[in-house]
Every structure is written in structure tokens, then in C-alpha cells.
């Protein structure tokens, strides 16, 4: 047996518990009916010192019977298990007279004590228990005199003696019950966990799509939450391991390509002698591919950083109209050179609580991608507003659009739409998925819409203040 299994535990506490509220329970019953009987026992001893007032005179200082039958009375006359015996004292506490039976027992009993007048005693006598009442006779206010009244509690020890019986057999027989029952429902209750613990042992990563399934019934809320939170946990997963799979086959595609153009053209030229001009066209290309293979790495980087939260921004007021103005003189030679007009409409009193160098690189990538794709005499527009206590950045063209199929995957890392990578083969397809890194890292949102052929917008939403 498993003593750190968690049946083990919950069998043990379970039956602590039970044996716990049972044992409290026979404790209070056997003091109950303890007191009970004792209480029975009182009333008849002390009705029967009553009975016996009723027969005694007060002459003077003296207390005398009047009626001498009550010693003849069978209970105070034969020496038996129902014997009652009595004693009658005076004012001074000595004995005038005494029952029969006490003289035929020939033991002793102490002498009352004035603490104990008017209440019960209880003492040993010969290994048997004796219940003793002391009933007090006043006479103008002043004690008179003291009847005692005696009788051995053997049936109530008898009684007892069955009780305490009953219940031991009781607690062995409910412990067997309890120690039975309770292993048979905490069975039921961890056997679903069982079930799931058997089911996820065999989730490997060659078996990701299977998901825990416990089948049919009135199951615990909690375990069915706990199903449902590792098949959310292996739905993340199954994710995290296409993705991973995708970016390694994306990662070593991306930089195959720039090393082999290095080997190929490695490769020719130290096939025979060339000219001077041959091997500065072919070291230009190898610069060219190495800067390729460069920059895919130093994105790699950034993003691995920021999805694993070693960049945090260092965020402070930021005018954003001037932000964007310096963009502008940044990508004006470009759209010159394209033919594409440039827009730019923001209020001077637009700031945002943010990291500056990191929102700049983030729209750098989209104006740059809009300028890029989009062709002559076409326009960018960048627009910046306040709207519901956050900063807006939308930038809008007229370029060559997003088609529907690929408009989910743009932030998607090394994804490029066919139309882009026509008009751009070089490209890695790591901007955008910087750009929404970033954004995140800034606590805002982006997002895109486009039409084929007739443009995109981004919009970025960045909070006032944090």
C-alpha cells in the first residue's frame, strides 16, 4: 500500500473523521443515560427520605418515629440487591436510629457531611458502589436533624456494564462499515483521477491530438474541470508544438536560402580564375546574403525576448505627432523614389505613456510595408487621434491589399502572401510579427483590414497612460 497516495489519505481522514464522530457520540450517550439512571436513583432515595419525615416526631430537641412499621418494610428489612437503607441523625449529626438491613450488611458508612446536606453522595463499599442521599429536617429555620437514605447502584453498573458493551461492539462493528464503505466511495471518487492519470501517461508528443476523455456520468464538478483545464493545456500545447515544428522547417528554409546563394556563388567563382570586377560582384553578394542571414537571426532574438518577457519597456511621454514626423523624413527619400505620396494628419497635443525607441520600430515596419507594396502614384496616409482615452495610429494604402486567405496569418512568423513575395522576394516575413510583439510589450492591440488589390490599414491602439 501507498501511504503517500492521495486514496490513502482521504481513506484515512475519512475514517478519523467517522471514528472521531463516533466516539463523541457514544461518549455523550453513556454520559447521558449515565446521569440519567444516577438521576432515577436520586428521586427514589430521596422520595424515600420523605416517606420516612412523614414518620418522625420533633419533641423538644429529640427525634423519635411514631410509626415503627418502616422497618419492617421489605426494602429496609431484607438484605438484597433492592435494599434501601436508611440512617436518621440528629442536629449533632449522631445516629438515632438505623434500617434493619444496615445492621444485618455490617458495613459502614461515613458520616454525612454538612457539605453534602441536601445533595447526593457517592462512595465504595466492598467493591460494590453505594448512592448515598442526605435529606436535611429544619425546625424553625435550624437543622433538626438528617435522614440518610442508601442503595447499592447494581443495576445501574449492570446497566452501564451493557451499555459500555453495546457500544464497543458498535464502534468495532461501525469502524469495519466505515473503513469498508469509505475505501469503497473514495474509490469511486479518485477513480476518474486514475482514469486521467492513465490517460495523460500516454500523451506523448507523437499523440498530441488525443485528448483525456472519462466518459459518461454524474462526475465531480471539479474533476471535469480538471479534464477540461489539461485538454485546454493540451490543446496550448499541441499549438505550441506545430508552431515550434513550423518555425524550425521556417527558420532553417529562411537561412538555407542566403547560405546556399553564398555556396553556390563560392562555389563558381573559385572554379577557374576571374577578373577583379567578378570577385567584388560576387563578394557584394555574399555581403548582401550575410546581412540577410544577419538581420532573419537578430529578429529571431528580439522575438524570442519578447515573447519570454526579457524586454520591458522603458516608457515615458512620448509626442507622438513628432514621433511620426521624424518617420516621415526617415522613409521620404523612398516614397520620392516609388512615387508614392506620403500624408500625415495628427494634433501637436497627441501624447501617449509609452516606450519611444520601441514604438518607433513598430511603426517603422508598417510604413515601411506600406510604402513597399504600394505602387507608383499611389499614397500612404498616417493619421493619429485620441479616441475613448487611447491613443489611435492608423496607416493606410493604396497598395497591392491582403487576400482573405492570408489576411489571418500576417503576424504569423515567416508567413508571406504570394502577391508580397512577388514584389519583394528578400524579405524574411518577420516585420509584422515584431511590430505585434512590440505592441504587446506597449499593452496595446493591433489591428489590420485589407481589400486585394486595393489597400491595407493598420491601427494601433495604445493606452494614454498606463
Not at 449515565?34 to 436513583?41: C, P, V
Request: charged content about 25%.
Amino acid at each position: 500500500m501507498n501511504y503517500k497516495s492521495l486514496k490513502f489519505r482521504l481513506n484515512l481522514w475519512y475514517l478519523f473523521v467517522f471514528i472521531l464522530a463516533i466516539l463523541i457520540a457514544e461518549a455523550l450517550v453513556y454520559i447521558y443515560l449515565d446521569r440519567s439512571l444516577h438521576r432515577e436513583l436520586d428521586i427514589l432515595l430521596n422520595d424515600e427520605a420523605k416517606k420516612i419525615t412523614q414518620k418522625l416526631k420533633f419533641d423538644g430537641e429529640v427525634l423519635s418515629f411514631v410509626d415503627s412499621t418502616e422497618f419492617y418494610e421489605a426494602e429496609h428489612f431484607y438484605l438484597n440487591e433492592s435494599s434501601i437503607f436508611f440512617r436518621v441523625f440528629d442536629k449533632n449529626l449522631n445516629v438515632i436510629s438505623e434500617s434493619e438491613n444496615l445492621k444485618k450488611g455490617k458495613f459502614v458508612i461515613p458520616q454525612p457531611r454538612a457539605s453534602k446536606l441536601g445533595e447526593a453522595d457517592e462512595i465504595e463499599v466492598n467493591g460494590k458502589r453505594l448512592r448515598i442521599f442526605y435529606l436535611p429536617l429544619y425546625y424553625n429555620g435550624e437543622v433538626c436533624g438528617v435522614i440518610e437514605t442508601s442503595k447499592f447502584e447494581g443495576t445501574v453498573q449492570t446497566a452501564m456494564g451493557l451499555l459500555r458493551t453495546s457500544l464497543v461492539i458498535a464502534f468495532i462493528l461501525t469502524f469495519v462499515l466505515v473503513a469498508y464503505g469509505g475505501n469503497l466511495i473514495v474509490s469511486r471518487l479518485i477513480s476518474p483521477l486514475e482514469r486521467i492519470i492513465e490517460k495523460a501517461d500516454k500523451i506523448t508528443g507523437e499523440n498530441l491530438t488525443e485528448r483525456i476523455d472519462i466518459g459518461a456520468g454524474n462526475h465531480p464538478e471539479e474533476i471535469v474541470k480538471l479534464v477540461n483545464s489539461l485538454n485546454r493545456l493540451l490543446d496550448r500545447l499541441e499549438r505550441a508544438f506545430k508552431q515550434i515544428s513550423q518555425f524550425t522547417s521556417d527558420v532553417a528554409h529562411e537561412l538555407l536560402t542566403p547560405l546556399t546563394v553564398i555556396k553556390d556563388e563560392v562555389e563558381i567563382t573559385l572554379m577557374k580564375k576571374r577578373r577583379s570586377n567578378e570577385y567584388i560582384s560576387t563578394l557584394n553578394l555574399i555581403q548582401k546574403q550575410t546581412e540577410r542571414t544577419i538581420s532573419i537571426i537578430k529578429s529571431m532574438l528580439y522575438l524570442a525576448k519578447a515573447e519570454s518577457g526579457v524586454i520591458r519597456a522603458n516608457s515615458g511621454m512620448v509626442n507622438v505627432s513628432d514621433l511620426i514626423g521624424e518617420l516621415i523624413s526617415t522613409f521620404g527619400l523612398k516614397a520620392k523614389q516609388k512615387n508614392v505620396k506620403l500624408r500625415f494628419y495628427c494634433n501637436s497635443d497627441v501624447f501617449v505613456y509609452s516606450d519611444e525607441k520601441l514604438l518607433f520600430e513598430a511603426l517603422r515596419n508598417i510604413i515601411d510595408n506600406a510604402i513597399e507594396y504600394t505602387g507608383s502614384n499611389g499614397k500612404v496616409e498616417i493619421v493619429c487621434e485620441k479616441v475613448n482615452g487611447k491613443v489611435k495610429i492608423s496607416v493606410s494604402d493604396t497598395g497591392i491589399g491582403i487576400s482573405e486567405d492570408d489576411l489571418p496569418h500576417i503576424f504569423d512568423r515567416f508567413y508571406r502572401g504570394r502577391n508580397a513575395f512577388e514584389i519583394n522576394p528578400s524579405g524574411a516575413g518577420l516585420g509584422l510579427s515584431l511590430t505585434k510583439s512590440i505592441v504587446e510589450i506597449l499593452s496595446g492591440q493591433i489591428e489590420v483590414s485589407s481589400q486585394l488589390g486595393k489597400g491595407t490599414k493598420f491601427v494601433i491602439y495604445l493606452p494614454e497612460k498606463l
